[in-house]
């Protein structure tokens, strides 16, 4: 009897293309067979797929002096090498770590968006992300959330600057167990744990507007 087989060729890139069909089997007088392929030709342009993860992000409630990242997951489907010419928003106080890159043939790649918010009230707008897929040049995520000012707790900005920041951290650190009625901010009747947790809420915040 017999079979037949049917060999199947995808290139992921352009090029020429040399090799071997190896037939093992388990016939003891004939040695394994092997068909070979050569120069293969490949022409024309071999395109990528881009795919995203995340499509949109809800910040919610967002503390204007407290950052927040989030990571969009860039992905290549295509056989060909997806190329990311750009990644920009139209939303202030987002940063973008990176804006150009390349991804290879299924696989895929995190980038990372910090974001603070510039002003109270609600906002809205996209990231973009461009590429040189010819079906989805630009890829979008949209952003939405209210920013928000929440004041640090006055009494852990021990200089009185105005916002609670390192200088206050080490006056806090050198007053640490002891009973400093000033830093006991729980009134147990010594600095501790909680207070410095306390303390912490508010690190790199203002006091007021």
């Not at 199947?8 to 089997?25: A, N, Q």
């Amino acid at each position: 009897e017999s079979k037949t087989v049917t060999v199947t060729f995808t290139p992921t890139e352009v090029g020429s293309y040399t090799g071997l069909i190896t037939l093992l089997h388990n016939e003891k007088s004939v040695q394994t067979l092997e068909i070979p392929l050569l120069d293969i030709d490949v022409e024309g342009q071999v395109f990528a797929s881009i795919s995203l993860a995340q499509t949109s992000f809800d910040f919610g409630e967002a503390d204007l002096d407290k950052t927040v990242e989030k990571v969009i997951t860039v992905s290549n489907a295509g056989p060909g090498v997806l190329n990311v010419s750009d990644v920009l928003s139209d939303v202030g106080g987002v940063v973008i770590s990176e804006t150009q890159f390349s991804i290879p043939a299924n696989e895929s790649k995190d980038i990372v968006i910090t974001f603070q918010p510039q002003a109270e009230g609600d906002f809205s707008g996209a990231i973009q992300v461009m590429s040189d897929d010819p079906e989805h040049s630009v890829m979008t995520v949209s952003l939405a959330g209210t920013g928000v000012f929440v004041p640090a707790d006055p009494r852990v900005d021990f200089d009185g600057s105005g916002k609670v920041e390192f200088a206050d951290f080490i006056a806090f650190v050198q007053n640490f167990g002891s009973t400093n009625s000033a830093f006991d901010l729980d009134g147990s009747g010594r600095v501790d744990f909680v207070d410095f947790l306390t303390f912490t809420q508010s690190f790199g915040k203002s006091v007021d507007r």
